[in-house]
């Protein structure tokens, strides 16, 4: 059974940075492609990023909205999935998925989310 | 920046049926756009309903169907329970490796 399990989360200050982890079983981690979604309190789902398998080098994307702040990674070896967040803003706070593809490659048609954790929320406040 | 469309909220009585939509902004909805739907209700993790338009994930009962109407995804449930009440949100692929949630609809079941 797939399981995927967030860390990290907690209180942040304005400016600061926060780092998440995911650490998944299950499956082969390595083998596929994940990635990070967002829920701010009372708010929808907001996509935020993806890495694809290591077959695939893990090739990387951001939504428009954190690029350049956030950055995805993963230590196959680990298990372990990874989102850094800088100069972290009280817009981010939210809870924290991470989720799994269904593939190793990030393609258009089978770019939906087949696992998802359970979330590790972000609060920024001074 | 592309602007996924949802109802903010919908209702349906047991037993009936209800379609939920998932609109661009900027244009139409394609079966090209794969749309997938998720389903959360408060304080849980999201859950996979449909993929590639129509396509149940694992364990999703008959009763939940993806389609496309019109220039829309759609989703539609028949013969809705009590246990439907959720927030629905569907998701569209961008085409450039990124993707976009739409707003989400509220559905009460009453």
Known sequence: ???????GG????PGGSVRLSCVASGFTFGDYTMTWVRQAPGKGLEWLSVISGSATGGVT???????????????????????QINSLRAEDTAVYFCAKFPSPRIVRHLFYFDSWGQGTPVIVSS | QTVVTQEPSLSVSPGGTITLTCGLSSGSVSASDYPSWYHQT??????????????RSSGVPDRFSGSILGNKAALT???AQTDDESDYYCMIYMGDGTSVFGGGTK????
């Open chain 1, 1 to 7: 059974e797939v399981h995927l399990l967030e860390s």
């Open chain 1, 10 to 13: 907690g209180l942040a200050q």
């Open chain 2, 42 to 55: 408060p304080g849980q993790a999201p859950r996979t309903l449909i993929y590639n338009t129509n396509i």
């Open chain 1, 61 to 83: 994307y951001y939504a428009g909205s954190v690029k350049g702040r956030f950055t995805i990674s993963r230590d196959n070896s680990r298990d372990t999935l990874y989102l």
């Open chain 2, 107 to 110: 559905l009460t079941v009453l």
């Open chain 2, 77 to 79: 449930i028949t013969g």
